[in-house]
């Protein structure tokens, strides 16, 4: 049985201070999947307890544990729509950004007492733009598979085959290997939206026919002797052209979990320069996605953002403390 009533807000600072006021538990959901989003300014809410935390990241979880004594609003940086488990009950919440299905608001209200909250964003048209890039149709798959046809036609350059064999990776006989930018700027695409193509193509292709490959150039040898020993590994990688080394993700997380972090301190210090992941696509023309699945995809994402746009807009306003 429904407990919790739906509010809409144009003001979302103005609307965590309410709800902050009104409700001992809050959550304000930080999760954006527009190209352009309008972030929430905590910064500019005032009197506001606030605690920031991500269920990915163990170190975070006393900032739960302190919410859940003191009360206040969790900051939820979990950056998808699953509601952790350890967050059985709350009063409130609050989407920064209006997601683009109304089950993600039935899912929070099934452990929601009092009241959830939306941003109203000020048009809808990134919404509808994100749903195209998510969702994308028949018509854009077809183009995308085009092109790949001839990609697999061509096959891999000596350059990559080489690459491969360093990698262990067994090539097919309609291999070949492109980042998301290069396939992009063929399909006259933007790389956001391409990536999210590819994405979708493999979902439904399975992801054994495609392997990503990191590409990383070393630069400078680190000063933190933590970071010598993938430092060290990377440098000593064949040079296949203007420094670039290439290599799976695998191979360093034998190394250590902790890997990821390594490396975006290595980049953020300028002892690597990180280039864009390259795609091994290793297909036969039979798996490639028919453009009726993507239609049908696309029609039930299009039609459930129209329900949830007509949940926000026919919502009360949420009523606020104080004017902007």
């Known amino acids: 049985m429904k407990q919790w009533h739906l509010y809409k807000t144009a003001q979302i600072e103005l609307a965590v201070e309410s709800m902050a006021a009104r409700n001992k538990h809050s959550i304000l959901k930080k999760t954006y999947n527009t190209k352009n989003p309008i972030y929430v300014k905590t910064n500019h809410c005032r009197g506001v307890p606030f605690f920031l935390w991500n269920p990915r990241v163990k170190s975070m979880d006393r900032e739960l544990e302190r919410w859940k004594v003191e009360g206040g609003v969790l900051i939820d940086n979990g950056g998808d729509y699953e509601l952790d488990e350890r967050i059985q009950g709350f009063d409130a919440a609050l989407f920064a950004e209006a997601p683009i299905d109304s089950?993600?608001?039935?899912?929070?209200?099934?452990?929601?007492?009092?009241?959830?909250?939306?941003?109203?964003?000020?048009?809808?048209?990134?919404?509808?733009?994100?749903?195209?890039?998510?969702?994308?149709?028949?018509?854009?798959?077809?183009?995308?598979?085009?092109?790949?046809?001839?990609?697999?036609?061509?096959?891999?350059?000596?350059?990559?085959?080489?690459?491969?064999?360093?990698?262990?990776?067994?090539?097919?006989?309609?291999?070949?290997?492109?980042?998301?930018?290069?396939?992009?700027?063929?399909?006259?695409?933007?790389?956001?939206?391409?990536?999210?193509?590819?994405?979708?193509?493999?979902?439904?292709?399975?992801?054994?026919?495609?392997?990503?490959?990191?590409?990383?150039?070393?630069?400078?040898?680190?000063?933190?002797?933590?970071?010598?020993?993938?430092?060290?590994?990377?440098?000593?990688?064949?040079?296949?052209?203007?420094?670039?080394?290439?290599?799976?993700?695998?191979?360093?997380?034998?190394?250590?979990?902790?890997?990821?972090a390594v490396v975006r301190a290595m980049v953020r210090e300028g002892c690597l320069e990180r280039r864009p992941y390259v795609y091994v696509w290793d297909l036969n023309q039979s798996v490639l996605p028919i453009p009726e699945v993507f239609d049908r995809r696309h029609r039930k994402a299009t039609t459930e953002l129209q329900f949830l746009k007509q949940l926000v807009d026919s919502a009360t306003s949420y009523p606020l403390d104080r004017k902007a």
Not at 139 to 167: N, Y
Not at 185 to 190: Q, T
């Open 103 to 260: 089950c993600f608001l039935n899912f929070y209200g099934k452990r929601c007492k009092k009241e959830i909250i939306v941003f109203r964003p000020p048009t809808w048209a990134e919404h509808e733009a994100t749903v195209g890039r998510l969702f994308p149709t028949g018509l854009a798959m077809e183009r995308g598979a085009e092109r790949i046809r001839q990609h697999m036609q061509e096959g891999l350059s000596p350059k990559f085959r080489q690459v491969l064999k360093d990698c262990n990776i067994d090539a097919g006989p309609f291999s070949f290997a492109a980042s998301d930018k290069e396939l992009a700027d063929e399909l006259d695409m933007e790389v956001y939206a391409f990536a999210a193509l590819r994405a979708r193509m493999l979902e439904i292709m399975r992801r054994k026919y495609w392997q990503p490959l990191m590409v990383l150039i070393p630069k400078i040898s680190p000063d933190n002797p933590a970071y010598l020993p993938i430092y060290r590994f990377i440098e000593n990688l064949p040079d296949r052209a203007n420094g670039e080394r290439y290599l799976q993700d695998a191979t360093l997380r034998a190394m250590s979990k902790e890997y990821k």
